[in-house]
């Protein structure tokens, strides 16, 4: 019930949409004679997406996302286990074409093989089903990032795949019963930087304290974050990747999913 509600929600309240929405809403009240309050509505949205499509607003609020967690230290022991979460595949496209088809958070994907090559001894754990409401059978996304890895020259016998999750929630507890990582043992958790708050609290209130190897920044990190810019797709969509994160972590811990708000490490 909790993932079909965090899709219809997720859609509704998504930032781009949610603006469209208010916009067509102003227009409509307007022609049925309701002008000044769908002025006000449909002025008050192109002002707001004039603000996303042209102002820093996104990388203002992916900043404390993706600096939450810093990057452990080069010289880090060896971790038992190297967890990677799913969400860099395009599921429809890898089943369509054929082939496995990468989308922006294609660093996690790389960063796991690096992180297996660079630990040997690791167990190198990917964990992804399908996010897609109608759950269809060829929309698997460890199917594909297992055929990824074999590519990339990882071992079979390396890797350990979770298929059945379908949001960060599951990902940790049915990744914690698939492996059992025993106490004091170390797990890296690898998932993009804005996305890692939300994961890292998850997974700790499953009872698995990992520790954050953020990848796929979208923010430098510098004073660039704050000059304006003209590329209009780029803005909207850091918009939409802080937004939905915001969201995820009211919700997840409205939920009891988490224990903090905004975990920290």
Not at 110 to 129: H, Q, W, Y
Not at 227 to 255: C, F, M, N
Request: hydrophobic fraction near 50%.
């Amino acid at each position: 019930m909790f993932f079909i509600a965090s899709k219809i929600i997720g859609v509704v309240l998504e930032p781009i949409a949610f603006l469209v929405l208010v916009g067509f809403a102003g227009i409509a009240l307007a022609t049925i004679g309701f002008a000044r309050t769908g002025r006000v509505l449909s002025l008050g949205a192109a002002l707001a997406f004039a603000i996303v499509c042209f102002s820093p607003l996104g990388n203002a609020l992916l900043r404390p996302l993706e600096d939450r967690f810093p990057q452990p230290p080069a010289e880090m022991a060896a971790p038992a286990g190297i967890v990677v979460l799913g969400g860099a595949l395009d599921e429809g496209l890898t089943a369509a074409r054929g082939q496995p088809s990468l989308n922006e958070a294609a660093g996690r994907l790389t960063a796991g093989v690096e992180l297996a090559r660079r630990f040997p001894s690791a167990r190198l754990v990917f964990t992804g089903g399908s996010a897609d409401l109608s759950q269809k059978a060829d929309l698997d996304e460890a199917r594909g990032v297992h055929a990824l890895w074999l590519t990339l020259g990882v071992p079979d016998s390396r890797m350990t795949f979770e298929s059945a999750s379908r949001n960060t929630y599951e990902n940790a507890v049915l990744t914690k019963k698939l492996v059992a990582p025993k106490p004091g043992e170390t797990w890296l958790l690898v998932t993009s930087a804005a996305h890692m708050p939300r994961s890292v609290g998850i997974f700790r209130a499953a009872g698995w304290p990992v520790v954050a190897y953020p990848v796929d920044y979208r923010t430098s990190g510098t004073a660039r974050d704050w000059w304006p810019s003209a590329k209009v797709v780029d803005q909207q969509r850091k918009v939409e990747v802080a937004g939905h994160e915001w969201i995820g972590l009211v919700a997840y811990r409205l939920t009891g999913k988490t224990a903090t708000l905004f975990p920290a490490p």
